[in-house]
Every structure is written in structure tokens, then in C-alpha cells.
């Protein structure tokens, strides 16, 4: 089963608005970190936290992580057309070497003009 | 431009042939990956290395193999291809392992007729 589990799976909000998407993990981790996938492209790292931050902002971004709850939140804040695109939180989970990057199934984003 | 450079971006393969998956890094990292992507099942991890010389595997290595005689190149093989291995395929790298972001190849789409 997946380790990550983002909520809604799918979201549509007009431009200015604010976005808001969950992530809601199982066992502990090191970090979490949300990335954007555009339509037919790589994955772009968007923001890291790490397990003992409660809260980090970049740019329009403002990610929250509980780990009491085992879960995160991403804020983008005045949505704009370009932000449209599928978002994906992953967990680093285990030690050292054999920590693993998981990755939930994803969120798609529509930010109408 | 510096990044993740996979080669091929498609490909279409017949049951039962081989092939491999090239994956080029110039920005020094150490640690390389190897995911898949599926419709309704996220990326899920199929091999990955801390460093050339050293690979392991991730949640769904069956029918894959890789090996990383340099820091740069992570090429990923495929055996004997099965319809079940149609998918996109990414390699990501990063400077710290697990604990920071990864950079992500544009992928390659591989179809298995």
C-alpha cells in the first residue's frame, strides 16, 4: 500500500484563489517533500521539510507537517493558470543508506483563468 | 544545461526483447534513482544507488537491472520485456541522497507490444 496519501485527488479553483493539499503518511520519516509534475514532464522539487519543522514557506508556498497526525499540508497561495499541474508528496523513510524516497499517486491541480 | 538527461524519450519494444534505459547526470550526485509511473499508482522506486559501484533495490525491481560503474551514468536494463512494463520511466539524482530535493530526468515511455 502507499506510503503517502494525498487528498483531494483532484482539485479545481479559479485564479487569485488559495490552493490547499493534503498528504497523510503511515510510519515515520525523515522529511517530506512536495513535487509538481507538469502534462508529459519530469518531476520538479517544490519544497523539502524535514521531521522536527512544523512549518516552511517559499515564495507562494507554505507547507505544514504534524507528524503527531502524520500529516502535511501544501498552501499555494493567489493560484494562477500556470500553476495548473499534478502535485505529489513523498516521504523519505528508513536509515542511511537504505532511506527511500515514496511517493503518493498524486494530485491534480486545475486553476481556471 | 545542467540536469538529468535520459535517452530514449519513447520507445516501443516486442515481448520478449531487451533494452536499456540510459540516464546521465553532470551535476555530481551521488545518489541516482530509477522510477516508474503508472495511471493511478504514482512512482514507485525500482533500483537505486548511493554511489558507482553501489546499487540496490527498490519496491518493484523484478525484470530490471542496473549497474553504475560511474558517478555520472545509471543505466537501467530490461531483461526480457513484458506488456506489464509498459510505463514511463524516470531516473532522478541528488547531491544528498534522501535528504534533499531530486532532480528529475523528462522520462522515457516505453510501450511493450
Known amino acids: 500500500s502507499q506510503q503517502g496519501e494525498e487528498d483531494p485527488q483532484a482539485l479545481s479553483i479559479q485564479e487569485g484563489e488559495n490552493a490547499t493539499m493534503n498528504c497523510s503518511y503511515k510510519t515515520s520519516i525523515n522529511n517530506l517533500q512536495w513535487y509538481r509534475q507538469n502534462s508529459g514532464r519530469g518531476l520538479v522539487h517544490l519544497i523539502l521539510i524535514r521531521s522536527n519543522e512544523r512549518e516552511k514557506h517559499s515564495g507562494r508556498l507554505r507547507v505544514t507537517l504534524d507528524t503527531s497526525k502524520k500529516s502535511s499540508s501544501l498552501l499555494i497561495t493567489a493560484s494562477r493558470a500556470a500553476d495548473t499541474a499534478s502535485y505529489f508528496c513523498a516521504t523519505d523513510i528508513g536509515t542511511g543508506a537504505n532511506s527511500k524516497l515514496t511517493f503518493g499517486k498524486g494530485i491534480t491541480l486545475s486553476v481556471r483563468p | 544545461n545542467a540536469g538529468v538527461t535520459q535517452t530514449p524519450k519513447f520507445q516501443v519494444l516486442k515481448t520478449g526483447q531487451s533494452m536499456t534505459l540510459q540516464c546521465a547526470q553532470d551535476?555530481?550526485?551521488?545518489?541516482m534513482s530509477w522510477y516508474r509511473q503508472d495511471p493511478g499508482m504514482g512512482l514507485r522506486l525500482i533500483h537505486y544507488?548511493?554511489?558507482?559501484?553501489?546499487?540496490d533495490q527498490g519496491e518493484v525491481p523484478n525484470g530490471y537491472n542496473v549497474s553504475r560503474s560511474t558517478t555520472e551514468d545509471f543505466p537501467l536494463r530490461l531483461l526480457s520485456a513484458a506488456p506489464s512494463q509498459t510505463s514511463v520511466y524516470f531516473c532522478?539524482?541528488?547531491?544528498f541522497g534522501t535528504g534533499g530535493g531530486y532532480t528529475f530526468g523528462s522520462g522515457t515511455r516505453l510501450t511493450v507490444v
Open positions: 551535476m555530481n550526485h551521488e545518489y
Open positions: 544507488s548511493v554511489g558507482a559501484g553501489i546499487t
Open positions: 532522478a539524482s541528488s547531491p
